[in-house]
């Protein structure tokens, strides 16, 4: 069957320094992956998607970056953390129709 | 951009009651899903409507789709506390790169014992 994984649940971090997010996926080959944000209170906002490895399209301008270096691994990364880039952060993958979601890594910087 | 706009914002109700919710859209799709969230969790996958249906069910849950109006309702009969959680609308759009969900902002159900 198929999972998800994503790592860490919780992260602390302070502003300027770097980020690195990472979500696999088992049991599938050439998901669809995306990751999202989550704000306190509101709805999901998508920040990346790939449909391959190299492949990755950015929805938002924003201080974070994307990698896919293997067909079922996904990074969200930053250089240098921003306060507002505080949130849930959620990988998912797609190979037909519904997604199937991480747990999620829920960031704060300080 | 969002796609999706779901009302209310927060329903509370007692348990046995029904829970509506409802999910409007703005361009035109491919299917509509609607997830769950518990609080501080990943987002569940609860039912698909495509766009060339009406009426879906499954369970205790009954999604419908007006394309006519772009909007989608989800109803919750004979509620939970076990329900509780918040509800996402999201929608598949037509000639969509990518496969992207688009993910209202979410209705918040409270389940009273």
């Known amino acids: 069957s198929q999972t998800i994984h994503q790592w860490p649940a919780t992260l602390v971090q302070p502003v300027g320094s770097p980020l690195s997010l990472e979500c696999t996926v088992e049991g599938t080959s050439n998901p669809n992956l995306y990751w999202y944000r989550q704000a306190a209170g509101r709805g999901l906002q998508l920040l990346f998607y790939?449909?391959?490895?190299?492949?990755i399209s950015s929805e938002v301008p924003q201080n974070l970056s994307a990698s896919r270096p293997q067909d079922r691994q996904f990074i969200l990364s930053s250089k240098k953390l921003l306060l507002s880039d505080s949130g849930f952060y959620l990988c998912?993958?797609?190979?037909?129709?519904?997604?199937?979601f991480g747990q999620g890594t829920r960031l704060t910087v300080v | 951009s969002q796609q999706g706009e779901e009302d209310p914002q927060a329903l509370s109700i007692q348990e046995g009651e029904n829970a509506t919710m409802n999910c409007s859209y703005k361009?035109?799709?491919?299917?509509l899903q609607w997830y769950r969230q518990n609080s501080g969790r990943g987002l569940v996958h609860l039912i698909l409507?495509?766009?060339?249906?009406r009426e879906k069910h499954s369970g205790r849950l009954r999604v419908t789709l007006d394309t006519s109006k772009k909007s989608s309702s989800l109803l919750i009969t004979a509620s939970r506390a076990a329900d509780t959680a918040s509800y996402f609308c999201?929608?598949?759009?037509?000639?969509?790169?990518?496969?992207?969900?688009?993910f209202g902002q979410g209705t918040e159900l409270s389940v009273k014992p």
């Open positions: 998912a993958w797609k190979v037909y129709t519904e997604a199937f």
């Open positions: 999201a929608t598949d759009r037509i000639y969509n790169q990518g496969g992207k969900l688009i």
């Open positions: 790939s449909v391959g490895i190299g492949q």
């Open positions: 409507i495509r766009s060339n249906e």
């Open positions: 361009t035109s799709i491919n299917n």
